[in-house]
């Protein structure tokens, strides 16, 4: 039994009901580095834990922080649940009859937009900017970064095709698990405490937010959903609307997106064409397929900026010329 899709997307049209700030903390408080450097550079994950806190000291009645699990370097994982109607729980959620939407930025450390725009996303929906009253159709589990040994691992290079931020995280984590290669096997520590954490929420829809890099490709974000070549048959029809609709709210916001991750027929050879296919499960969005919930893969292209701001947009490093050059093929 699918719950209505349409109550899990972040355009509901209701009328705001908005969640009073608490006067203690106030709005820049909950302003990321990311936007206060206009978004050139990324916090640290001190950041995210002080973030994670703050958020539910503003938000008392729409905000949990919650710690899902400890890295194998012993930091915590967390996670921040949103929900007006005070759906803070598993069992608040479905005794409610509320879907769940899982969001996760940083399951590759060095593809951290994911967090600071969950973050800029949060707030706003938060203050009634953006997809007003959708917190009172569904519960918003926020995870910012999946990978935090892998995020602290912090620096310059580490994306050296990349557009931004100056210093990032890591693809892997301490111990060398590519964690978007591992929902099937879960081998590593990580995706054990994230797989416990979906166990008990259920999503009806998760969504991994990644940034590619090393092409150059005229669309500046793709956006792959699955069950929608394979998998149930109500539930691709779920798939395929939601992800039309969030397509189509893309391009009226000026973007170029794909609906498909545009991975090369032959590696390393552009000229052979792109390929779109289905997830095996080791990817989150094979994954959730097999879980028959909707599984949604966004790659921002890097390489792009911003879309909408501008050939002088401040993501830009100007001491990175290079970064308009294809040099590889993309890793995302
Ligand atoms: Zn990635």
């Given amino acids: 039994m699918i719950r209505p899709l349409h109550a899990a997307v972040l355009l509901a049209l209701a009328l705001p009901a908005l969640p009073a700030a608490s006067a203690s903390v106030a709005s820049s408080d909950l302003a990321t580095v990311s936007e206060q450097s206009g978004f050139v550079r990324t916090g640290r994950y001190e950041e995210v834990i002080a973030l994670c806190d703050r958020f539910a000291k503003a938000y008392?009645?729409?905000?949990?922080?919650?710690?899902?699990?400890?890295?194998?370097?012993?930091?915590?994982?967390?996670?921040?649940?949103?929900?007006?109607?005070?759906?803070?729980?598993?069992?608040?959620?479905?005794?409610?009859?509320?879907?769940?939407?899982?969001?996760?930025?940083g399951i590759h450390a060095g593809e951290i937009d994911g967090k600071d725009a969950g973050f800029l996303a949060l707030r706003e929906v938060l203050e009634g900017k953006a997809a007003a009253g959708s917190l009172d159709k569904l519960v918003w589990v926020f995870v910012p970064v999946?990978?935090?040994?892998?995020?602290?691992?912090?620096?310059?290079?580490?994306?050296?095709?990349?557009?931004?931020?100056?210093?990032?995280?890591?693809?892997?984590?301490?111990?060398?698990?590519?964690?978007?290669?591992?929902?099937?096997?879960?081998?590593?520590?990580?995706?054990?405490?994230?797989?416990?954490?979906?166990?008990?929420?259920?999503?009806?829809?998760?969504?991994?937010?990644?940034?590619?890099?090393?092409?150059?490709?005229?669309?500046?974000?793709?956006?792959?959903?699955?069950?929608?070549?394979?998998?149930?048959?109500?539930?691709?029809v779920a798939g395929r609307t939601l992800r039309d609709g969030v397509l189509a709210d893309l391009a009226k916001q000026g973007s170029l997106p794909l609906p498909y991750y545009p991975s090369f027929v032959v590696g390393d050879d552009p000229s052979s064409g792109f390929e779109d296919s289905v997830a095996p499960p080791r990817f989150s969005h094979g994954y959730f397929l097999l879980r028959n919930r909707i599984g949604m893969l966004v790659e921002k292209v890097f390489l792009e900026g911003i879309p909408g701001a501008g050939e002088d947009q401040p993501a830009i490093p100007s001491s990175r010329p290079w970064t308009r050059s294809p040099r590889t093929a993309p890793t995302g």
């Fill in 60 to 105: 008392p009645k729409a905000v949990r922080c919650i710690e899902f699990g400890t890295t194998p370097e012993g930091r915590p994982m967390k996670a921040l649940v949103a929900s007006t109607r005070g759906a803070f729980t598993p069992d608040q959620a479905r005794r409610q009859n509320l879907p769940v939407v899982l969001i996760q930025g």
């Fill in 146 to 236: 999946f990978n935090v040994d892998g995020h602290e691992r912090f620096g310059a290079w580490n994306r050296p095709n990349q557009r931004g931020p100056v210093e990032m995280g890591w693809r892997v984590t301490a111990q060398n698990y590519n964690l978007n290669r591992d929902y099937v096997k879960a081998d590593a520590p990580e995706m054990q405490a994230m797989l416990r954490l979906v166990q008990q929420w259920d999503p009806l829809a998760y969504v991994d937010l990644h940034a590619t890099d090393g092409a150059q490709f005229e669309h500046d974000i793709s956006v792959q959903v699955e069950p929608v070549h394979a998998g149930d048959e109500g539930l691709r």
